[in-house]
């Protein structure tokens, strides 16, 4: 007969986090946030960051004596989780709560600026039938990116980059007008030039 281990106390865990000491690479928040919860239980926390600041990708910038949100300046408020850990973090009194004007997109090849299409991800619409989505791409686009829902989802292989994916399962007009402004306005980043790391590495001359 096999004995099951007991239940560690509260005092073991406390004693073996205690022992432990983790390095996290990276002071933006998702290093922060990890580094914080490893603290939290009593791990002994180093964080290496690279730059002579910690946050990434959320810093202000001083652009002629005017400071700006130079990277993320909102939260998704879905679930609630950013919510809390601001107010964890005693932070709550400096929420800057937007105008309920919602997101728009700029820079769309014939179309100019439009407010962004409710629900999608990335700019890929959930439903291209949306008034929303027609009026910024159009029926010929919506048709076109209907197809892929009458396509196999298995079809989709490996393909590694977002521009050439969704202009093959949506078409182009949903690559060019949905979801190069949303990426290049979030994430400096063309559909048609990003690839992921791998693809990336790949590609590099040996
Ligand atoms: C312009 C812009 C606007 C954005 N707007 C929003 C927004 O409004 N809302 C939102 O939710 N998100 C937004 N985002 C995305 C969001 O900012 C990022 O997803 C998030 O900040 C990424 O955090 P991270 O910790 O994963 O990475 P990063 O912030 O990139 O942090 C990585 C850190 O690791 C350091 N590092 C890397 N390699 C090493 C190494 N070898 N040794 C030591 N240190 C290293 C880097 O210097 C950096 O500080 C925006 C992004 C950009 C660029």
Not at 13 to 36: D, F, T, Y
Not at 42 to 65: K, N, P, Q, S, Y
Not at 147 to 171: C, E, F, N, W
Request: glycine residues 12%.
């Amino acid at each position: 007969m096999t004995t099951q281990p007991s239940p560690a106390e509260p005092s073991d865990l406390a004693a073996r986090a205690a022992e432990k000491h983790v390095v996290v690479v990276g002071g933006g928040i998702g290093g922060l946030v990890a580094a914080r919860e490893c603290a939290k239980v009593g791990m002994r926390v180093t964080v290496l960051e690279a730059a002579d600041v910690l946050g990434g990708a959320i810093r202000r910038v001083d652009l002629d004596g005017i400071t700006v949100d130079a990277g993320a300046e909102s939260y998704a408020t879905r679930g609630g989780l950013v919510r809390a850990l601001v107010e964890e973090l005693d932070l709550a009194d400096r929420i800057v709560v937007p105008q309920a004007g919602g997101a728009w997109l700029a820079g769309i090849p014939g179309v100019g600026a439009a407010p962004l299409p409710a629900g999608g991800i990335l700019g890929i619409p959930a439903n291209p039938f949306q008034d929303d989505v027609r009026r910024i791409i159009g029926w010929s686009g919506v048709w076109r990116a209907y197809l892929d829902r009458v396509r196999p989802p298995l079809t989709i292989g490996h393909q590694l980059s977002l521009g050439k994916l969704v202009a093959s399962r949506m078409g182009a007009k949903v690559r060019d007008r949905l979801v190069a402004p949303v990426t290049t306005g979030v994430y400096s980043a063309s559909p048609t030039t990003s690839t992921s790391t791998s693809q990336r590495r790949d590609s590099t001359p040996h």
